[in-house]
């Protein structure tokens, strides 16, 4: 990382507790511009709520938590508001809303801007989108009617709808068999590719931390026990460390 | 069960109602502060009211005529009684503009609307689609809970119209069955006594009707953190809770309004 450049960003000692129960314990670590970086750890062991902390969906207990050098514990509504506008978050089951169709689905941020795109741009940004994730045949069904690759694909092109500058991802290929998971993480490589995306993905696929990390980091019971590029973490005193890592070599 | 336990259950009891209607309050002062403010999602408003009120109107408008005609029957044996019968229309009609009317269409909306917001904000919330709302940088409570407030409260006043005319042609038909009475003199009876201050102010209060039941459906909706399960209960509660704050609203409300306008307290 070149220490001229703030990270985009950095957790500072961030603890976070639910009903008594430490998810995460002053857990530190700093991610460059451009990085992908792959959270990794058994069920249960506060990488969702890294993720969600990070983009001000949840307040920690202490420390500090900044996103392109502005500190976002604390900040107010208008201000986390802009800071998310240059955030993605590919959430776990996609989380499409319901009640529209794809393409509305895609639009609504871009409807909602301050600055009024013109609806002919929005539709070309929708339409250029779902080519982009291979749904642009899609754009007419409801959610109902996707496959769960389906759901992802959609919820990435929401997620890139204004050219976010960090993409938050929560566990892309879950669930998913291994060509579709394949096609996500093409997806998620030729984003980074073409627009050097800060990325954070939180995964139990150790075979997708080793094709899309540029590091990887290992949490456990709340604490960040390892980090660093695959290949060295395999080699790690913690057998805890070496079997997450290990398990699709 | 020892005595102290029972105090202690009260105790925690009246603690979590207090807590809940002190966290109603917070959330209708953030609703009064953002309903004015920009944007002012009036195709959401719209969308909700099509789903509060004109998707309602084929319940208010069968439980209304059904009511009118079972009260006309049971109002005219007790009024035969005493001489009465041609009091009929007046009764009919006073008693759907001023209570029946209002009442059943709020509880009506609480049943039906309160049920429907409570389950589809607590699924929201349960899938992360609220969360979702908050990363694209769009306020998931103005777009959300405000448009329903508002809609229940505007479609609401309007349900309640519709209530009182079918109302009042259920109470009509129950008179034909039994007499000859035409159309116009049972309207012209029905409106005999009845001046704007009997039945403006008991239409107007079911507004307050309406917004209650968006509140706390919304508020039992958006706030719920029990995924999947919190979604049933959500949609019961709001039912439950919606139902039991207008009938208490309504105790007030009639109130002040006999205050306001003596001439309706009879």
């Known amino acids: 990382m070149n220490s001229a450049t703030p990270p985009a960003i950095a957790f500072r000692e961030v603890s976070r507790s639910f009903d008594g129960r430490a998810v995460l314990n002053n857990v530190s670590f700093e991610i460059a511009e451009g990085e992908t970086f792959c959270l990794l750890g058994r069920s249960g062991m506060g ?36 800071v998310r506008s240059r955030i993605g978050f590919l959430f776990q089951s996609g989380a499409l809303f319901d009640s529209l169709s794809l393409h509305d689905n895609l639009a609504l941020p871009l409807r909602r801007l301050r600055e009024k795109k013109p609806e002919e741009e929005i539709e070309a940004i929708v339409q250029k989108n779902l080519d982009d994730v291979g749904l642009g045949r899609e754009g007419r069904k409801m959610p109902a009617e996707l496959s769960g690759g389906m759901r992802k694909r959609a919820g990435l092109a929401r997620a890139l709808m204004l050219s976010p500058s960090i993409l938050l991802v ?45 590091r990887v980091g290992i949490l456990n019971n709340g604490n960040l026990i390892a980090v660093g590029n695959i290949d060295e973490l395999a080699k790690d005193q913690s057998e805890l460390v070496r079997a997450l890592v290990s398990d699709s070599q | 069960m020892p005595p102290n336990q029972s105090l202690l259950d009260l105790e925690g009891y009246m603690r979590r109602c207090l807590d809940f209607i ?10 009064a502060r953002r309903v004015l403010v920009r944007p002012f999602e009036f195709e959401m408003i719209l969308r909700q009211i099509e789903a509060a009120g004109w998707k309602s109107l084929p319940l208010v408008l069968s439980s209304g005529f059904a009511l009118g005609l079972v009260l006309a029957l049971h109002t005219r044996t007790t009024l035969v009684q005493f001489g009465a019968e041609a009091k009929m229309a007046e009764v009919q009609s006073l008693a759907f503009f001023s209570e029946i009317g209002p009442l059943l269409a709020g509880l009506l909306m609480a049943g039906r609307v309160g049920a429907g917001i409570g389950a589809e904000l607590a699924n929201m919330r349960a899938t992360e689609q609220i969360d979702a709302i908050e990363v694209l940088s769009i306020d998931s409570f103005k777009m959300l809970v405000i448009p329903r407030i508002v809609a229940c409260s505007l479609a609401l006043p309007i349900l309640t119209v519709f209530m009182d005319v079918v109302g009042l042609a259920g109470g009509y038909l129950a008179e034909r069955a039994t007499s000859d009475l035409s159309v116009v003199l049972y309207l012209s009876r029905a409106f005999h006594n009845v001046n704007w201050a009997a039945f403006v102010p008991p239409t107007l209060k079911t507004a307050v009707f309406g917004a209650v039941i968006g509140l706390i459906s919304s508020y039992l909706g958006y706030t719920t953190d029990e995924g999947a399960a919190g979604v049933g209960r959500a949609a019961t509660s709001s039912v439950v809770v919606s139902s039991l704050a207008i009938i208490l609203i309504d105790v007030i409300l009639v109130k002040a309004i006999f205050f306001l306008f003596p001439e309706t307290a009879i």
Do not use: W, Y
């Open chain 2, 22 to 31: 002190g966290n109603i309050g917070l959330f209708a002062l953030r609703a």
């Open chain 1, 47 to 82: 990488k969702s709520v890294t993720l969600k902390l990070t983009i001000g969906l949840i307040q920690p207990d202490a420390g500090a938590i900044c996103v392109q050098n502005h500190n976002i514990v604390g900040m107010g509504e208008d201000g986390l508001s802009h």
């Open chain 1, 170 to 214: 929560d566990e892309p290929v879950s669930g998913l068999d291994r060509v579709t998971a394949s096609e996500i993480d093409e997806l998620l490589l030729r984003v980074r590719k073409r627009d050097n995306t800060t990325m954070v993905i939180v995964t139990h696929d150790t075979r997708e931390a080793r094709r899309v990390g540029d």
